[in-house]
């Protein structure tokens, strides 16, 4: 009866460990991000952080399978493409309140044309709604911290080069997070455990 209520102990035990697990192994690799981020603010812009970009990558494909992990990088290709279209639309009006919403207009119609035509060539690896929607959302915020990719080449491409970097990292950050979770949960006993470990206590309790 003892050993059985000992097993009983160390599942449960385990059982708790279990939700402390994930925040750890999360908390880990932000870190190693961390230290590659400090690196990189070096070859991009001097001082500069774009974890968030990372972030936004691992957050959007944290739960997806490695072939659309792989589909998204020409993804945020495509996307800050398009962004750069719709700046430029935009930028060709002058600027007022009714042709900068004609411009959006026009260029919102052009940007979902050409996202249905890649979500439907489904043999092509050119299809990742999420990665080209990931790809206009961090182009667009570039603009908060002084990278317009239209002011010069220079800009252009350490704009896409922050993004296709740090959004692989994020894709890569994803797999590992998964990866060494999927492992953990291996090792911890079924969840029926519990009841069986109870079951066999109980039993062996009767005959006694």
């Known amino acids: 009866m003892n050993k059985s209520i000992d097993k ?4 449960k035990k385990k ?7 994930s925040p750890v192994i999360v ?11 400090a690196l990189l603010a070096q070859v991009f812009v001097a001082g500069g952080s774009f974890m968030w970009v990372a972030f936004v990558s691992w957050t959007v494909f944290g739960s997806a399978t490695m072939k659309d992990r792989i589909k998204a990088v020409p993804g945020f290709l495509i996307g ?4 750069c279209a719709m700046m430029a639309i935009t930028s060709s009006f002058s600027a007022n309140i009714y042709t900068i919403s004609i411009s959006c207009l026009l260029g919102v119609f052009l940007l979902n044309g050409a996202v249905m035509f890649f ?4 043999k092509v690896w050119l299809n990742s709604i999420s990665g080209i929607f990931c790809g206009i ?5 570039g603009l908060g911290v002084g990278l317009n990719p239209l002011n010069s080449w220079k800009e252009c491409f350490i704009t896409l080069g922050i993004i296709v970097v ?5 894709l890569a950050c994803g797999w590992l997070n ?21 079951v066999k206590a109980t039993n062996d309790s009767d005959k006694k």
Not at 27 to 37: F, T
Not at 119 to 122: D, F, I, P, Q
Not at 185 to 197: A, C, F, V
Request: proline share 2%; aromatic share 14%; glycine share 6%.
């Open 8 to 11: 009983n102990n160390i599942y």
């Open 15 to 21: 059982s708790i460990a279990k939700y402390f697990i």
């Open 27 to 37: 908390a880990s690799i932000a870190s190693l991000l961390y230290i590659v981020d």
């Open 80 to 83: 800050f493409l398009a962004a």
């Open 119 to 122: 979500e439907n060539g489904a």
């Open 137 to 141: 959302f961090l182009t667009f915020s």
């Open 166 to 170: 740090y959004g692989i990292l994020g």
């Open 178 to 198: 998964g990866t060494l979770a999927s492992a953990w949960k291996k090792r911890l006993p079924e969840d029926n455990s519990t009841q069986e470990l109870s």
